[in-house]
């Protein structure tokens, strides 16, 4: 009989999860109690789970049956009496967060380094998602790293390990482990929210797609939906099978790293319509033949179409944006007549918003889009969104995008990412930027409306983020604004987010770098980039 084992341990340092749970190097995870002393810490910190049901799985990464099986063991001896696991430890980030819903479980552990690179040298993840699907408040997050600094023993079960290749039921001491298709219950919401009959009708037709799951998790979902329930010709899929390392690829729906999709969707032969997925399956980026859509458009576009699909037809009750996402989706409230909600990054912030029924659809600019269906945000829900409103609307997405334009007008906006930056410089130019006085100042064409450093107070529960982003916003719109990022796992990004409102149609062409030049410039100088980092170019633009 498997024994329950009390096991001596000591704290780590630097076990504080970030906007998105703990991220590491595999071999920072590798090592001897590294792992179960984060979860034991987060089995202390949620409550009591015994008797409870929790979902686990990952997006496939290497390291990722490892430590599944080492939660498993720990689940069993800290009490849980059943874990769902997806089959081959399989489970995108959305799919984990309809399956805690709809199961209605103590919540979820999903293991995922997001957009990351995946492999022995690489990033591992692990992250809490609370029994509303979404991820953990900063409340479970900040008492999880509480209890990880003070840990002295985690609690495991001596046992072999499990079989993660067969749908069935295990037993684990008294514990249950319901191994199941990861894919099954969120093909079922999808088909619940979108008009498949239009879609399928589209591909009947003629209307061809290219889908880039860049070897992650959505490969065995996007199979599923498009090329079987909704009749896309087999390889619509690109890369659909998922690989610990993604294939030595970097698994980040960008231009940058999904250049064979970008490739595959430009000149006259092209197909109708592109999107890519990421590692862990919570982004998205949506192509049309020789054309870009930009999430924060992406977000504008499908909430102004939001009520032709079926899920969505008695309309949208807000719209929640990040603060550094363009103001597109703003102008789409207004004409609604709607509220517009601006939170910092994270899509914790949104949860709140949804589960009190004060949004409906929701995005960042870091290609994340999505909708009170869940609570994380969901890559192939924003493709199916773009597909029914492609098969209703029977035009392209260019003109679709354009005439979007036409009407609200355009939010020229860029992104330029500064990578691996040292940690010390990168806090040093924000510090920096923090001590400007800049109102009233004349920057170029620009003169400063003010700036400061974001910070917000939440609706729902009251709860107060600050240092947020530092925001330099102009009189006439346009602003900049500069953020460190919390989801690399080696230095800093800088990240830099600049926008212009173009109203005039005949401008709405232009290439965003081209159109915001000169407040590229003056960000660049504001920030002292090149001095205080030495990098003179972004690593990648978006």
């Not at 590491?24 to 949620?46: C, G, P, R, T």
């Not at 399989?90 to 805690?100: D, G, K, Q, R, Y």
């Not at 969901?378 to 409103?389: K, R, Y």
């Not at 005949?506 to 205080?532: C, F, N, Y």
Request: overall charge negative; glycine content about 10%.
């Amino acid at each position: 009989m498997a024994a329950v084992k009390t096991i001596a341990t000591t704290p780590f340092s630097g076990q504080k999860p970030g906007t998105s749970g703990l991220r590491k190097k595999v071999k920072v995870f590798a090592q001897a109690h590294y792992l179960e002393n984060f979860v034991q810490a987060v089995f202390d910190s949620i409550g009591d789970v015994k008797g409870q049901t929790l979902v686990l799985g990952g997006d496939g990464r290497y390291h990722n049956r490892t430590a599944i099986q080492t939660i498993l063991k720990m689940a069993a001896a800290n009490g849980f009496a059943r874990v769902m696991v997806g089959r081959g430890g399989i489970l995108s980030t959305p799919a984990a967060s309809c399956v805690i819903r709809k199961y209605k479980t103590f919540g979820g552990i999903i293991l995922s380094a997001s957009h990351n690179p995946g492999g022995p040298d690489e990033d591992f993840g692990i992250k809490y998602n609370i029994p509303a699907g979404g991820p953990a408040p900063e409340a479970i997050t900040e008492a999880i790293y509480a209890r990880s600094q003070g840990i002295d023993s985690y609690k495991i079960l001596e046992a072999a390990d499990l079989d993660l290749d067969t749908i069935g039921e295990q037993r684990l001491g008294d514990m249950k482990v319901q191994v199941f298709d990861p894919v099954a219950d969120y093909a079922e919401l999808m088909e619940s929210l979108f008009d498949f009959a239009a879609i399928r009708a589209a591909f009947a037709s003629g209307f061809r797609m290219k889908f880039d799951a860049m070897h992650a998790v959505t490969g065995p979902y996007a199979t599923e939906i498009l090329e079987n329930r909704l009749g896309a010709p087999k390889g619509t899929v690109m890369n659909g099978i998922p690989l610990e390392d993604f294939g030595h690829g970097h698994p980040d729906p960008n231009l940058v790293h999904a250049h064979d999709l970008v490739e595959a969707l430009t000149g006259p032969g092209a197909p109708d319509f592109g999107a890519a997925s990421d590692g862990d399956g919570d982004r998205n980026m949506i192509l049309g033949r020789d054309f870009y859509v930009t999430p924060s458009d992406s977000l504008a576009v499908l909430a102004a179409n939001a009520t032709l699909c079926p899920g969505y037809k008695a309309g949208l009750k807000g719209i929640a944006r990040s603060m550094p996402t363009s103001a597109a989706p703003d102008r789409v409230a207004a004409k609604l007549g709607i509220p517009a909600w601006e939170t910092p990054t994270g899509w914790k912030f949104f949860g709140t918003l949804l589960d009190a029924g004060k949004a409906t659809f929701c995005g960042e600019e870091s290609f994340g889009t999505g909708s009170d269906h869940v609570r994380e945000k969901d890559g192939l829900w924003a493709v199916l969104a773009w597909l029914n409103v492609l098969a209703v609307r029977k035009q392209s997405v260019a003109d679709i995008v354009t005439a979007h334009w036409k009407e609200l007008g355009r939010n020229v906006y860029s992104r330029h990412d500064y990578e691996g930056i040292d940690s010390a410089a990168a806090e040093g130019l924000m510090e920096h930027l923090r001590g400007l006085s800049l109102k009233g100042r004349t920057l170029g064409a620009y003169t400063v409306a003010f700036n400061d450093d974001f910070a917000y107070t939440d609706p729902v529960d009251g709860s107060v983020s600050k240092k947020q982003g530092i925001r330099v916003v102009f009189e006439d719109g346009s602003r900049v604004v500069f953020r460190l990022s919390g989801t690399g796992t080696e230095g800093a990004t800088l990240r830099v987010y600049i926008e212009r409102y173009e109203p005039d149609a005949s401008k709405h062409h232009l290439d965003p770098q081209v159109a915001l030049s000169d407040l590229i410039t003056i960000a660049r100088d504001l920030a002292q980039i090149e001095a205080r980092t030495g990098r003179t170019e972004p690593t990648v633009i978006t």
